[in-house]
């Protein structure tokens, strides 16, 4: 776990959420069950360990690693940490265990990316209300939207599996006209609009609280659209699998997107590389063309880039 400890004590004080270290990865011997993220002012350890191999150890070492490189960035400040197992028994019963090992967490607990702010829920799960792998892809989207701020008609945006809606943020900020935001979570729609009020939009977002399977009528009537992002859970019992239900979504494409618009297609499953989508896209949806697929952040780098995030650009034919 030496990897750990030495990017602890050479880490940044983080402003923004970010993640540490990403021992997940596979690029360091004996680390690749630990991750470590800032939300700050909170960091949070995260234990893929299996729970026959005990961590109470390992856990004061890096707490140590932590306090120590926590006095240096910022002396006389409390460190806030917390550590979240996810061992592989407690993933077959969904559950994760949760500790708040030193300090406490604020509530609301709101991080700051790339200007914009977000509410996140780290004592909450496992899905915190902001996936840091996807910070490029935010950069993305925020970027798209400010090279067609100045369209004459705006720029349309679709939002599927939206989630908390981070996406729909970024791209108004960044001067997007309309997004339409889709997920069948309530809860985390409602998170979705506390962001948007966080960062003082308060026109362009919808938030449509449905089943994308049962509503492609309402959802085509809204379009077309300049970017549709589809940002699915690569496995969701009775909502979404991706080995069966990617090519449903891609078949819609070519109706969705606007002449010269674009698709952004986000898969996270490491068992599935590019080729799974590109495949996929090239029998369904031959017309749109693949462009690129967006680097991830350069702290999630990956032994093997097929297990990694993937996000693919795709654009449609223009007229």
Known sequence: MQALLNAIATMALPTDAQRIFHGRGGLYAGCEHWTLDAYPPVFVLTSFLSAEEGTDAQIALIGAALARRWEALAPGQALHWVFQCRNEPLRTHGRTETRILAGSVPAPHVVTEQGARFRVHIERGQNHGLFLDMAEGRRWVREYAEARRTNRYGLKVLNLFAYTCAFSVVALQAGARQVVNVDMSHGALAIGQQNHQLNGITAGASFLPHDIFSSWGKITRSGPYGLVIVDPPSYQKGSFVATKDYARLMRRLPDLVAPG??????????????????????????????????????????????????????????L
């Open 261 to 318: 618009g674009h698709a952004l297609l986000c898969l996270n499953a490491p068992e599935l590389g590019v080729a799974f989508l590109q495949d996929q896209m090239q029998e369904v949806a031959p017309e749109l063309v693949f462009v690129e697929r967006v680097a991830n952040p350069a702290v999630f780098a990956d032994l093997d880039p097929e297990r990694a995030l993937k996000v693919l650009v795709y654009q449609a034919p223009e």
